[in-house]
Each structure stands twice: as C-alpha cells, then as structure tokens.
C-alpha cells in the first residue's frame, strides 16, 4: 500500500525555478520549498529575486537566487552547474518565466514575434536541453527529475491580438511531449509535463487584460476585466492554483504522469 502522506512531499529534492522572482513563480517557489525542495530561484529582477529567497528561507526553507536570463544559453549552463553545487543534486527544472506581448497580427512586428519566441520558447528548449543532460543516467545530477513547463490556455486555443504569445505557448506544448516521449524511451527516469492556466491574477495578467484597451478592443479596463471574467466560469485563477498543480507534477504522486497537459482554468475550456 502507497503511503500518500509522503508523494507529495519533495524532501531532499533540489529544484531550479525560472522566473521565480514574483507572481506564479513566487508561489511556485514557495509551494516546492514547503513540500522540502531545496529552491534555486532564477530571474532578470535580482531585488525582486532575492525577496522570494528571503521569504523561503524565513518560513525554513532551503533557498538561494541566481540572476539568469533564460534566453541565454551560457546562463542555463551557469544556472545547472549552480543549482548542483549549491544542493549537490538537481531534481526538477520549472520552466515558468515568460513574458506576454500584443499586437494586431497586421500590426505585430517580426521583432516582437522573435522576442516572445526567445523568452518563451528557447528558454524551455534550453532550459530542458541542460536539465536532461544533468539529470540522465551518468550526468552530473544523474538521478532522473521532473520537468514541467508553463503553457498557457493560449498553447490550446486562440485570441485576437495574441498571436506572438498563441505561438509560443503552442511550441511549448508540443516540445513538452517531444521531449517527455524522448526521456521514456531512453529510459533516463525523467518525466515531462506542462500546465496550462488561463488568466491568473499577476502582472502579466493584469496586463492581458489592458491590453484590450491598447489596442482598442474595449473602452477601458473594467469593461475589459468584466468581459474577460465572463468567459472564467470560476473567475480568475490565483498564483496558488497554478503552483499547486506545478507542486504535484514534480512530486512522485505524478510517477506515471508523463507528457501531458495539465488545464488549470477554471472550466474556461471546458465549455
Ligand atoms: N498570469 C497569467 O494569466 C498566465 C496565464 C497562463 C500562463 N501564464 C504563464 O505563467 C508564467 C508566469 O507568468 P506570470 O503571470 O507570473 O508573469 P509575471 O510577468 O508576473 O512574471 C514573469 C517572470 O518572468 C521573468 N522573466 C521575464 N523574462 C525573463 C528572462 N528573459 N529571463 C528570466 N526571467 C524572465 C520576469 O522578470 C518575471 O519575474 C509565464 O510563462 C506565463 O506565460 C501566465
């Protein structure tokens, strides 16, 4: 008989979460660190960062932070080396920093296109990239591992005026079971997952819906907040719900979870 009071527990487990310095990745942080992670906590927002890490280690949790930028590769390579030689082992990559921007796609400029893609997609591809060769059998962690991926509803179905962030989260998605089917049939004991939440009350939720306003799209922000709210049966999720569904992804409650897509929406999708 399984003991279920332990699957969800993370007990001398490393993690490496990016974009951990505020909003989902704030809490994803917090729920890794409570359940016995070790957490490194990776950003661009060194105060901000380094706030998460202060909070972690305040409520006793074993925390440290590394500025990294996620589009580069050498930083992923810095950033592996460190979560090993800060916790001497390395057990689950949170691909979670992103950014969102918008454009009528008449409007979206090939710049932007590439810039979301960097952030959002090379950053996974990479960030995966150096997690399997770490965690594989004979690499420097070499004991299996966890991944899981932010998506988005966005990586499902589509929006106007979001055409940069639809793609992204698309190939986010799609890498995920790519590299999930990949790590089973090397047998390299690593699992891969992504979630895909809808609007979650952070900035870059906030922003999704002033964006709607930017582009003309509605007369003002409640206007927006209240249309976008209508189609949430359950209203707008919060950074918790999202870390909660990270939290058992990365645990061994999740052993034979593999390559799928978790939709934590509210029932936005459902319909
Ligand atoms: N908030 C939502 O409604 C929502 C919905 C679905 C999916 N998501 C996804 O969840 C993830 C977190 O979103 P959030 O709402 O917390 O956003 P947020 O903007 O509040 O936080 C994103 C974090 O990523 C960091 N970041 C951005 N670019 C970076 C870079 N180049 N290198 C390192 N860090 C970088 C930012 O500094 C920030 O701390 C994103 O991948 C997002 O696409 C968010």
């Given at each position: 008989m399984s003991d279920y009071s332990k699957a969800f527990r993370l007990d001398g487990k490393a993690a490496l979460v990016t974009g951990?310095?505020?909003g989902i990745g704030a809490a994803i942080c917090e729920a890794l660190a409570q359940a016995g992670a070790a957490v490194l906590v990776t950003d661009v927002l060194e105060a901000e960062g380094q706030a998460t890490v202060a909070k972690l280690r305040a409520a006793g949790g074993k925390a440290a932070f590394l500025r990294q930028d996620v589009t580069d590769e050498a930083q992923w390579e810095a950033a592996t080396a460190a979560v090993i030689a800060e916790f001497g082992r390395y057990d689950i990559l949170v691909n979670n920093a992103g950014i969102e921007t918008a454009a009528l796609i008449a409007n979206c400029t090939l710049d932007d296109f590439k810039r979301v893609q960097a952030v959002n997609v090379d950053s996974v591809f990479l960030g995966m990239k150096h997690a399997v060769r770490a965690m594989?059998?004979?690499?420097?962690?070499?004991h299996g591992g966890a991944i899981v991926n932010l998506s988005s509803v966005a990586g499902i179905i589509g929006t106007p005026a979001h055409v940069s962030y639809h793609s992204s989260k698309g190939a986010v998605r799609l890498m995920t079971k790519a590299t999930a089917i990949e790590c089973a049939a090397l047998k390299s004991g690593i699992r891969v997952n992504s979630v895909h939440p809808a609007i979650v009350e952070t900035d870059m939720g906030d922003k999704f819906v002033a964006d709607f306003v930017t582009l003309g799209l509605a007369p003002d922000v409640a206007t927006a907040r209240a249309g976008m709210e209508a189609i949430h049966p359950m209203g707008f999720g919060r950074p918790a719900d999202v870390a909660c569904a990270v939290l058992y992804l990365a645990s061994?409650?999740?052993?034979?979870?593999?390559?799928s897509e978790l939709v934590i929406d509210g029932g936005l999708t459902a319909a």
């Open positions: 951990g310095a505020r594989s059998p004979g690499g420097a962690a070499g061994d409650a999740a052993r034979w979870v593999n390559g």
